[in-house]
């Protein structure tokens, strides 16, 4: 893979796309297409085929969409820093709620833009993060200067399991306080099949075989204690 040094001496920037939409892929294949110093090494459409894509082809730079189905954004970001450190993940997301930003940030994102950026201010971004700086949309960057000048009071980064949705984060709960199926589809006013899905959501994003384990994790991490 290339170093900040490689960069420095005009080796290409090696990025990998992952976006669950073929549109964004090739959306972003059409704007590095004329330019010397960027070049696409892979692409995936969600965050498994990332972490893939990652380790064969080990990339300066990986350009994440956060939700995707299966494995989300954030945990593949994780997930890819943990196998390559040296590689920056740049979220290139719809999103721009606290949960989704914050989410990203403490998973190791380098930078944040929405879709819907200019094309420059894309290619800026990547050659920053690529540079080791952080980069973040004018929209996301008053959100961290707001939170940090709030002392962090009205964040809501502290919510475990980010890559949850915040309606599989009450069924997780309801699952480790006990409750059955039946149980928690009355307390949300909800059908058992939605519970069901609901609930493989929930099995896929935080990679558990089973209920039994999902409790475990959920406990873990402080949920299970409503009624």
Same mark, same amino acid.
């Given at each position: 893979? @290339?170093?900040?040094?490689?960069?420095?001496?005009?080796?290409?920037?090696?990025?990998?796309?992952?976006?669950?939409?073929?549109?964004?892929?090739?959306?972003?294949?059409?704007?590095?297409?004329?330019?010397?110093?960027?070049?696409?090494?892979?692409?995936?459409?969600?965050?498994?085929?990332?972490?893939?894509?990652? =380790?064969?082809?080990?990339?300066?730079?990986?350009?994440?969409?956060?939700?995707?189905?299966?494995?989300?954004?954030?945990?593949?970001?994780? @997930?890819?820093?943990?196998?390559?450190?040296?590689?920056?993940?740049?979220?290139?997301?719809?999103?721009?709620?606290?949960?989704?930003?914050?989410?990203?940030?403490?998973?190791?994102?380098?930078?944040?833009?929405?879709?819907?950026? =200019? =094309?420059?201010?894309?290619?800026?971004?990547?050659?920053?993060?690529?540079?080791?700086?952080?980069?973040?949309?004018?929209?996301?960057?008053?959100?961290?200067?707001?939170?940090?000048?709030?002392?962090?009071?009205?964040?809501?980064?502290?919510?475990?399991?980010?890559?949850?949705?915040?309606?599989?984060?009450?069924?997780?709960?309801?699952?480790?306080?006990?409750?059955?199926?039946?149980?928690?589809?009355?307390?949300?006013?909800?059908?058992?099949?939605?519970?069901?899905?609901?609930?493989?959501?929930?099995?896929?994003?935080? =990679?558990?075989?089973?209920?039994?384990?999902?409790?475990?994790?959920?406990?873990?991490?402080?949920?299970?204690?409503?009624?």
């Amino acid at each position: 893979m @290339s170093t900040e040094a490689d960069l420095s001496t005009g080796a290409a920037i090696r990025v990998v796309v992952v976006d669950d939409h073929p549109l964004m892929r090739e959306g972003m294949r059409a704007l590095v297409a004329s330019l010397s110093d960027i070049e696409i090494v892979g692409e995936a459409g969600d965050g498994e085929a990332a972490c893939r894509e990652t =380790q064969l082809t080990r990339p300066d730079v990986v350009v994440m969409d956060l939700h995707m189905p299966g494995v989300s954004g954030v945990e593949a970001t994780r @997930s890819i820093l943990r196998v390559a450190p040296a590689t920056r993940v740049l979220v290139l997301t719809m999103f721009e709620d606290d949960e989704s930003v914050f989410a990203a940030m403490r998973a190791g994102a380098s930078g944040y833009l929405v879709k819907g950026a =200019q =094309q420059d201010e894309i290619v800026r971004a990547v050659r920053a993060v690529a540079a080791g700086q952080a980069v973040f949309g004018p929209t996301v960057a008053r959100r961290i200067i707001d939170f940090f000048a709030g002392g962090g009071r009205d964040a809501t980064p502290a919510e475990p399991f980010p890559e949850l949705t915040g309606r599989e984060r009450e069924v997780l709960d309801l699952i480790a306080a006990g409750h059955s199926n039946a149980v928690i589809a009355r307390r949300l006013v909800i059908s058992p099949k939605t519970v069901s899905n609901h609930i493989s959501a929930i099995f896929a994003k935080l =990679q558990v075989a089973d209920r039994a384990e999902a409790i475990v994790r959920a406990r873990q991490a402080g949920l299970g204690h409503r009624p």
